[in-house]
């Protein structure tokens, strides 16, 4: 496991943390805390939870927390809104982005991007600056510029969708980024085009959360802490060396370590 | 377009699932909101006695100095309309309306000529003011020709001089029964006759003004038109009547808006619209219904009952609706088609959107005589809160009907769990080499599409305007840019409230 000068305050504190949906509990006591520059992975099967606590994170309005606290930059933010949270700096990569019928993607970007960027007191950009911007972030995920003018992800393939993901984390510049699957449904070439867009536009000061099945994804961008979850809990921390030790042990593995405890 | 023509309330999210919405206060929460057009003008106004027989006709003709054809034309109407029966088919549910405690002709007190806008009462000139429809001189919209009404009377229009000077006569009805009565003998009740249904009748026996427009031959008109119609009166009903004429090869587009005061009880507004293209002549017409729709429960609002619909009487002429319909307690109201000239074309496009406890039943008749006619309609109809939102419309394909082609697509946006759509396209063919398509969809505003919309920072009733928007960016889209405007502000404050 590597060790890093925790000298600064970190921007995610997961404390202790229940939380259910109709009266079902997803998270049965989950604690992670990120420093910035840090990359964490979590892995673990289907229904463990990953997916979950990436969008308690982020505010999903049908999950409860029973107990425990989200803490961000030192606040407490278990009750605030998704766009609060997300103008504040938390972004949420979908495993599946949702599609918006009649709402172009251009316009979606720049209110979205406007409004992080009116919480930090930046100035907000008209279209024709916008349009500058976004035309330099396409860049990093080559995506084409007339995915611009179309409804937000319909008709996307997989890959685009991802991609778009990917855009907007480069647009929003958010301080810590939960992403959740990007490279579940991606070709190769996609994998290697999303992963180098994220270690582009991550830096010292943002933390990233990557939840994924595979080291595909991890031998691209390698990450400081692997987590592995199961029945709604983290089992298990180790450093990048745990995710190849899970990909050659496969679950069965961490089903035991669960009989352990 | 701009996105964020909606401000809604802030609703609690956390626990806000509009996809199963139960929580009734939060409904209501998102679903109210003051109507900004609601006030009164406190004006000196002459009204004649309450009710409706042949001496109140006559009475309303005289005050109007209409010539003898017109009068009779009136007397005709009202005794088909004795005869007739307030239509029930309608997907509506509306206490009785009685038709002899309705005042049917109402007027702000004015000198007798006015030969310019700066005598006009001020106080009129200011509530258009208020409205956003200012029509003096100085402060005149610089593109658009204005008819203002008030009540029953037209109060001013503007730019009439520079319009004719391309020989376009834009006035009110009253003064074209004085100045061109040959066209108003000519054409009036050709499209929509008398005996066509109860309000046409209605109206036909009572308008009391309205709106004239002649473009001539070969004239593209310079600028757009819009009347502006303004109830004020508690109780007299508000009976306008629009005729528009484009002769060979002309096009004119013409815009209309409509808002009222809140009162406690309802007011009846039975307009009717008749246009007229000949040859390659095109009338785009296109309006944004706001009267006053009556609070959250469902009481005051306008009983909105109008009958809309053109000619296409020449080759390759064409006839396109547009509307925003959100506003009325009630809307009855299917701007219509007639293609009889060949290769002529008809349109509809509309949003209507309801919410609290307004009805509506809107939609549009194509109906295709001419060979190879094309028609297009694309409704979309937002229901909110407790109200009902109907489309109906009728596609027929006459016998020499050929290579007709229609394409119809009717969607709805449900938001909430009490407020219901219906579509009910009625599809008459009597031709089979013609071709009729429809599509239809229904949904709701998902949980998710919020959600995802709100992790990037986008406020939750900006998430709802963009979607709304976008569901209606077809309809916005046919707009003229002039209007595109207004439509979105006066949708926006219908919405305020109404969704999000």
């Known amino acids: ?261 | 377009m701009g996105v964020s023509f909606v401000k809604v309330y802030r609703a609690n999210c956390n626990k806000f699932i509009l996809d199963n919405m139960v929580n009734e206060n939060l409904v209501k929460d998102v679903v109210t909101e003051p109507y900004k057009y609601g006030f009164v003008t406190d004006i000196e106004t002459e009204k004649i006695a309450k009710g409706l027989n042949e001496d109140i006709i006559k009475l309303i003709s005289l005050k109007k100095e209409e010539p003898k054809y017109l009068l009779d034309f009136r007397l005709k109407a009202f005794k088909k309309w004795q005869k007739m029966k307030e239509p029930d088919w309608a997907q509506l549910g509306y206490k009785q309306i009685d038709y002899q405690d309705i005042i049917y002709y109402s007027a702000p007190k004015q000198k007798e000529k006015i030969s310019s806008l700066d005598e006009v009462d001020p106080k009129l000139l200011e509530t258009f003011d208020k409205l956003g429809i200012p029509l003096t001189e100085q402060k005149k919209l610089t593109n658009v020709a204005v008819d203002a009404v008030f009540d029953s009377v037209s109060i001013a229009t503007t730019f009439r001089e520079e319009l004719a000077e391309h020989g376009v006569i834009f006035c009110s009805i009253s003064e074209a029964v004085k100045n061109h009565s040959d066209l108003i003998e000519k054409y009036l009740g050709t499209v929509v006759p008398a005996s066509d249904n109860y309000f046409a009748a209605l109206n036909s026996a009572v308008f009391s003004d309205g709106s004239f427009v002649y473009i001539p031959k070969g004239v593209t008109c310079p600028m757009d038109l819009s009347s502006y119609f303004r109830i004020n009166s508690g109780d007299s009903g508000q009976f306008e009547r629009t005729l528009i004429i484009a002769e060979e090869s002309s096009s004119v587009s013409y815009l209309e808006g409509c808002t009222a005061p809140m009162f406690d009880t309802n007011t009846l507004h039975a307009a009717v619209v008749e246009l007229i293209a000949l040859d390659d002549a095109s009338i785009k017409y296109s309006t944004v219904q706001n009267w006053y729709a009556g609070d959250e429960e469902g009481v005051g609002g306008i009983f909105n009952f109008v009958t809309k619909r053109g000619k296409c009487l020449g080759k390759r002429s064409k006839i396109s609706w547009s509307q925003v319909e959100t506003g009325s307690a009630i809307t009855w109201k299917y701007p219509s088609c007639l293609l009889l000239g060949e290769e002529s074309v008809g349109e509809f496009y509309s949003v209507a959107l309801t919410n609290n406890l307004q009805q509506a039943d809107t939609g549009t008749k194509m109906i295709h005589i001419g060979p190879k006619t094309k028609s297009t309609i694309v409704s979309k109809g937002i229901s909110a809160g407790n109200s009902i939102n109907s489309y109906r419309g009728l596609v027929k394909m006459g016998s020499k009907a050929t290579g007709a082609r229609n394409y119809s697509q009717c969607d709805s946006m449900l938001i909430g769990d009490q407020a219901s759509a219906n579509t009910f396209p009625y599809i008459k063919s009597q031709q089979p080499n013609s071709e009729i398509e429809h599509e239809a969809s229904t949904c709701r505003i998902s949980e998710d599409q919020l959600f995802y919309l709100q992790s990037r920072g986008i406020e939750f009733e900006e998430a709802i305007s963009m979607m709304v928007s976008g569901f209606c960016r077809d309809v916005f889209n046919q707009l003229p840019m002039e209007f595109a405007a207004e439509a979105d502000k006066l949708l926006a404050l219908k919405l305020e409230g109404s969704v999000g």
Not at chain 1, 36 to 57: D, F, Q, V, W, Y
Not at chain 1, 172 to 196: M, N, Y
Request: glycine content about 8%; some cysteine.
């Open chain 1, 1 to 261: 496991m590597q060790s890093k000068m925790k000298e600064s305050d970190p921007i995610l504190e997961v404390q202790n943390l229940f939380a259910s949906t109709d009266n079902l509990p997803i998270l049965k006591g989950v604690s992670m805390t990120v420093y910035p520059g840090e990359i964490h992975a979590i892995m673990g099967r289907n229904g463990c939870g990953k997916s979950t606590l990436s969008k308690i994170i982020a505010g999903h309005p049908s999950y409860n927390i029973t107990k425990g606290n989200i803490k961000f930059s030192g606040e407490n933010i278990n009750s605030l809104e998704p766009e609060d949270r997300a103008q504040s700096g938390i972004f949420l990569g979908f495993q599946y982005p949702i599609e918006i019928p009649g709402v172009s993607n251009l316009e979606f970007l720049r209110v979205s991007t406007n409004a992080r960027r009116k919480y930090l007191n930046k100035e907000e950009l008209d279209t024709f600056d916008f349009e500058e911007l976004v035309k330099e972030k396409l860049e990093l995920v080559k995506m084409d510029h007339a995915f611009l003018s179309r409804s937000v992800n319909q008709g996307f393939s997989g890959g685009e969708k991802k991609r778009n993901e990917i855009l907007q984390m480069a647009l929003l510049q958010p301080k810590i980024a939960i992403l959740d699957e990007t490279d579940s449904g991606l070709d190769i070439d996609a994998l290697r085009i999303v992963a180098s867009g994220i270690k582009k536009i991550s830096n010292a000061q943002t933390g990233i959360i990557l939840i994924t099945h595979y080291q595909r994804l991890l031998d691209e961008i390698e990450p400081d802490y692997v987590h592995v979850m199961a029945d709604g809990q983290i089992i298990k921390t180790g450093g990048s060396d745990l995710a190849l030790e899970l990909e050659e042990k496969g679950y069965e593995w961490t089903d035991n370590l669960i009989k352990e405890t």
